[in-house]
């Protein structure tokens, strides 16, 4: 029925252009297709050369997402004794980031990542806006041994993207304390490393209006040794806060900060926390509707946090049931959250590939 081959990124073969979805509709949260070229995804496939990205955002005016299919002219789904309709579908896993005060002045972090390193950074951060020189302190209590290198300390970072430039210094769990930065954006990480050094330890950067960041750490937060400073060209805003990757994805780190401060500098008093570089879904229903009004949802509530290819199958029956008729299909749908029940939801990334019929002999592996 579609095994989404014969996309391409030209009208009117576009892959949205087929599957409707909610880009002129303020009540509809779905977009199909990737940004840029190709509109088809073409890494992250069950099989042959492609499969349809589909985000999904219910957390605002929309609070349901759906993409759906017209067949000009209606589909016979009772012909050749055709029993079950599969498709295959993955997502992302739940959000692991978090970032909480308790009790006063002293805040708990947790995060997974690959790593803050290389040319692009995994990793949870909490920040303020900051809009030109600036100090950020904070004593890293702990920091948990997911890898030797998980990295807990203070950041000034240019942008939110994931290959932004940078500055931090930062507490390892074994590997000692580090100045790492990356200058400019996109580009290889360097680092200064001081071996032997654990928490509990303070941490310091501090930037001048023309952009010089030193990096220093302390034992008792009075004595410092500076371990390296370098020039990263930022533009305001820039964000300043506590960084913490577990070095090890999909493994979660915790990390306990106290005694945070921000020297002569004008920051909020509200933070932001986010993932940075990390893709993760909300939990969202996951739904099948045909001819617009014969839904059937799948039975795992959680089933957009499923990170690996996986089947799902219905009986044709269930639709039936519903009043539909097998015989004259003339649309297919893909949802997640509820049309029926619309109400505030969260967002994500899924990917739907070889939507297939079969009789039960004949269904896939």
Known sequence: MDDFEDYNDYPPDEIFSTWIDGYDVATNGALVGNDTYPFAEQSIVHSGAQSMPYFYDNSGAANYSEAERTFSPAQDWTRESVKVLSLWFRGYPAYMGSFVEGPTGTFTMTAEGVDIWDTSDQFHFAYKELSGAGTIIAKVESVENTNEWAKAGVMI??????????????VTPTSGVSFQRRTPAGASS???TEAGITAPQWVKLERTIAGFIRASYSADGSTWTQLGSQTVTMSTP???????????????????????????TTVGQQWTNLDIGITSNDAEPMYVVLNGSAMVTHDNPNATQIDEWTEWTIDLQAFAEKGVNLASIDTIALGLGDETNPQAGGTGKMYFDDIRLYRLAEQAP
């Open 157 to 170: 970072r240019d942008t939110l993207d994931a290959d932004s430039s940078h500055a931090m210094m930062v």
């Open 190 to 192: 360097s680092d200064t």
């Open 238 to 264: 820039m964000y300043i806060g506590l960084a913490l990757t577990s070095h090890n994805s999909g493994v979660a780190c915790e990390a306990k900060f106290s005694n945070v401060s921000f020297p002569g």
